[in-house]
């Protein structure tokens, strides 16, 4: 069983248009769950760390919440430069370091 | 965040040979990690590369096929031997201090023929 689901696989908007991107986890004693983007051809940049469930977090256009099961990321008025795939990832109890992700959300923003 | 310089950023390798992926990091980090992200697919680690000492590997992954080196604080590699197509894939190297964020190079394409 996964550990962390994002939902939906794709996602295409209009510029403009709001929507959310889901990620849900399944690991105990989480410290940590974090956003990141990817474009074509390059590494992951970092968005946010959320630590705690009622976390919320916000840079530009994009808003990270969490609960006790998922995580949220809240996109405003997206604009094509948005355009990139959005990945999840947790890092649980129990000492370990490592950081387990998602398969991602490929956001497409159409002007 | 640190930065981390990342080569070669693609090659294109025999079947049978062996490819070694460097990441040089501008600064000191506590972890560093190796992920493989296959076409379309998010990212598998592969090991956590540990200074001094062998590195730790994530089931499915094994030693002798991804040998890794890490002999200071700022630097590690990741070999991938005796190639086949199916070792096709990017693979990045990922650096951390503590709780923080892990940050990432630039991934290294790599396709076996």
């Known amino acids: 069983e996964d550990q962390v689901t994002q939902s939906p696989e794709a996602l295409r908007l209009q510029e403009g248009e709001s929507s959310s991107l889901n990620c849900s986890y399944t690991?105990?004693?989480?410290?940590?769950l974090f956003w990141y983007r990817q474009d074509p051809g390059k590494g992951p940049e970092f968005l946010f760390t959320?630590?705690?469930a009622g976390e919320e977090k916000e840079k530009e256009r994009l808003k990270a919440t969490l609960t006790k099961k998922e995580s949220f990321l809240h996109i405003t008025a997206p604009k094509p430069e948005d355009s990139a795939t959005y990945l999840c990832?947790?890092?649980?109890?129990?000492?370990?370091?490592?950081?387990?992700f998602g398969k991602g959300t490929k956001l497409t923003v159409n002007p | 965040s640190a930065v981390i310089s990342q080569k070669p950023s693609r090659d294109i390798c025999q079947r049978g040979t062996s490819l070694t992926i460097q990441c040089q990091v501008d600064?000191?980090?506590?972890?560093m990690f190796w992920y493989r992200q296959q076409p379309g697919q998010s990212l598998t680690l592969i090991a956590t590369?540990?200074?001094?000492?062998?590195?730790?590997?994530e089931s499915g992954f094994v030693i002798d096929k991804f040998p890794i080196s890490r002999p200071n604080l700022t630097f590690s590699t990741l070999t991938v031997s005796n190639m086949s197509p199916e070792d096709s894939s990017i693979y990045l190297c990922?650096?951390?201090?503590?709780?923080?964020?892990?940050?990432f190079g630039q991934g290294t394409r790599l396709t076996v023929v």
């Open positions: 600064s000191q980090v506590t972890m």
């Open positions: 590369a540990n200074q001094g000492s062998e590195a730790t590997y």
């Open positions: 990922s650096g951390r201090t503590g709780n923080t964020e892990a940050f």
């Open positions: 990832a947790v890092q649980e109890g129990g000492g370990s370091e490592k950081l387990v």
């Open positions: 959320l630590y705690s």
């Open positions: 690991v105990s004693g989480l410290r940590g």
